[in-house]
């Protein structure tokens, strides 16, 4: 991690593990196998001396310091190797390590921050008694160094896109010196929570007075630009760092991932927030009819439903099937709601592509005829709401360009078992077939026959490759595909196999599951609840089963039933 803090043109090199230990001089590291990697960053910390201003030395630290959280797992884990950086910082005691301990302190992670500052102040007085001066004396630092963290705002901006899917708030910044003028970016990921997903520093006079000119003249782009008060700026900011920190939330694919500059300049822009007043005049407060907290209190079920129902009542025709499609339509309001965090009226390329290409396809279970059903009604929402809100001819364009290829990703992507492994297990349903009772009955009937992926044992073996002599492949039981015939075969011999079943009863087992697939005799899996009911383990009810199997006529279906009506009922006497 902390291997490129030496400087930007260094090599990645893998974590040090992390192992107990105490900070302070003279203490044992808590990650002593970072110990080279500290060493650079204390090397080169003496460039610190020649930066110009205390900006140029805050970005240093942004991209030499900050920058390495990219690096690193967690937050946990790069707090506790700069806390050792800032042990090893102490123990050196130069004026580069001054001035880096003040930096970390003053623009640095907050987590550290505390550490830094008192380690600054200890190296500061050590300095100037090594001098002979009185303790208080500090040594000699760069003329800059009060400066650091320390900036006032100016004028601050808000665009919004025409979706409202995507959000930048613009401040303009300069230090108490009043020189160096410059500006953070924040876009704020509105169709994801309103995280932050980008921070950019402009740091050149002219490109900050180009940026300036563009907003007043409204920046180039559809969308709204709105000069807006230095407390609403750090409100809207502060928000997105600290939903961005949530741990709750969901992973997506085409989510927002930060980047190695929105690590670098978090902390700095965290700084410069808190460094804004949070006092707003009396006639700029929110009032007490302020929205809610969360989304979902703005949502609750009942306006949910209104939303729903309005949809179906702009469409009396509807599609092939009623009740599946009211399904589909309500769980793509809840969707948008709890896992995009956004709200349900609204609708852009962004939230259509995460809500039809990746949320959807991935929960959704349903058989292979209710989704062609459920394509053509994704459509049709998207379109109702993007013509009951207020964008332009050209968005709606836009947006409906996007759909031919969201439907279309929408139904490869969810009867692909990689990304939904339910479908499989559902796929041949008929549509009279496809309510929640019948789907969790279903499920709940073929999982017992055949597990799901990651309820397989995790088995593995290998076999020869027929591609490439003398080699072979690995083979994960969770790659196979409970719908095919001869996957559940082979699934069905692996595991029967492993459980100590003979070869003599192997072929009935499979027929067995067979059985149990395709719910034929019903008789089947009512015996297999009933010795489920009594603690008997899956495998051996199946084995039970086979020897009931092995000893019917198998062209006798009757007396088969029959025979499975008394298996795993209590004796009578």
């Keep these: 991690m902390l291997a490129r803090m030496g400087g930007r043109e260094g090599s990645r090199r893998g974590l040090p593990a992390q192992r107990p230990g105490r900070g302070g001089p003279g203490r ?19 460039a610190l001396l020649a930066a110009a201003d205390a ?12 920058a390495m959280r990219s690096d690193v797992p967690t937050d946990e884990v790069f707090t506790v190797l700069l806390l050792d950086l800032i042990d090893e910082a102490e123990r050196d005691g130069r004026a580069g390590c001054a001035v880096l301990l003040t930096a970390i302190a003053a623009v640095g992670p907050r987590e550290v921050a505390g550490a830094a500052g008192a380690a600054a102040g200890r190296v500061t007085g050590r300095a100037g008694r090594r001098q002979g001066a009185t303790a208080a004396a500090e040594a000699p630092l760069p003329p800059w160094t009060g400066l650091l963290g320390k900036a006032t705002v100016g004028q601050c901006w808000l665009w919004t896109d025409e979706f ?11 230090h108490a010196d009043g020189h160096r003028r410059h500006g953070l970016t924040v876009t704020i990921d509105l169709a994801f929570h309103g995280v932050v997903s980008a921070i950019a520093m402009v740091s050149q006079p002219a490109n900050l007075d180009r940026t300036i000119a563009d907003l007043r003249r409204g920046k180039p782009g559809r969308g709204r630009v709105e000069s807006i008060g230095a407390q609403r700026a ?22 927002p991932e930060p980047d190695e500059l929105c690590y670098a300049y978090l902390p700095l822009l965290t700084c410069r927030m808190l460094g804004i007043s949070a006092g707003e005049p009396a006639s700029q407060a929110p009032s007490a009819q302020a929205a809610p907290a969360t989304l979902a209190e703005a949502w609750p079920a009942s306006r949910r439903t209104e939303l729903v129902e309005a949809f179906l009542a702009a469409h009396p025709h509807g599609w092939s099937h009623p009740a599946t499609d009211r399904m589909f339509v309500e769980r793509v309001v809840d969707a948008s709601v709890e896992v995009l965090g956004f709200p349900p009226d609204r609708i852009g390329p962004i939230t259509a592509t995460r809500l039809f290409g990746e949320v959807l396809p991935r929960t959704l279970i349903a058989p292979k005829v209710v989704l062609r059903s459920a394509r053509r009604v994704a459509k049709a929402w998207v379109a109702w709401v993007a013509a009951s809100g207020e964008l332009s001819w050209r968005a709606r364009l836009r947006l409906r360009r996007r759909m031919v290829l969201v439907q279309v990703m929408f139904e490869r992507m ?93 072929p009935a087992c499979v027929t067995v599951v067979e059985q149990l ?47 499975l009506e008394s298996v795993g009922r209590p004796v009578t006497r």
Excluded at 55 to 66: G, H, K, R, T
Excluded at 164 to 174: D, K, L, N
Excluded at 532 to 552: F, K
């Design 517 to 563: 697939w395709a719910d034929e005799p019903a008789q089947v899996w009512q015996v297999a609840g009933r010795l489920s009911a009594t603690g008997v383990p899956r495998q051996q009810v199946i084995r039970r089963l086979a020897q009931v199997w092995q000893h019917c006529d198998a062209a006798d279906p009757a007396a088969y039933a029959a025979a």
């Design 55 to 66: 900006l140029d030395a805050e970005v240093w630290v942004a991209s030499n310091i900050s």
């Design 234 to 255: 750090r409100s809207l900011v502060l928000a997105a760092i600290e939903t961005s920190r949530a741990r709750e939330r969901p992973t997506l694919r085409s989510g």
């Design 28 to 46: 044992r590291l808590r990650v002593p196998e970072a110990r080279a990697a500290y060493a650079a960053a204390i090397a080169d910390s003496a």
């Design 164 to 174: 409202g899917e995507c959000s930048q708030v613009f401040c303009e910044f300069a």
């Design 414 to 506: 969810s009867s692909e078992r990689r990304v939904n492994p339910h479908f499989p297990y559902v796929a041949d349903l008929p549509a009279h077939r496809a309510g929640g009772d019948d789907i969790q009955t279903t499920l709940d009937r073929r999982w017992f026959a055949v597990p799901e992926p990651g309820h397989r044992g995790g088995i593995t073996f290998e076999r020869p490759d027929p591609r490439r002599r003398g080699s072979s492949t690995t083979i994960d039981v969770d790659d196979y595909d409970a719908a095919d015939p001869s996957h559940r075969k082979a699934l069905t011999t692996i595991e029967q196999a492993l459980h100590g079943t003979g070869p003599d009863v192997m």
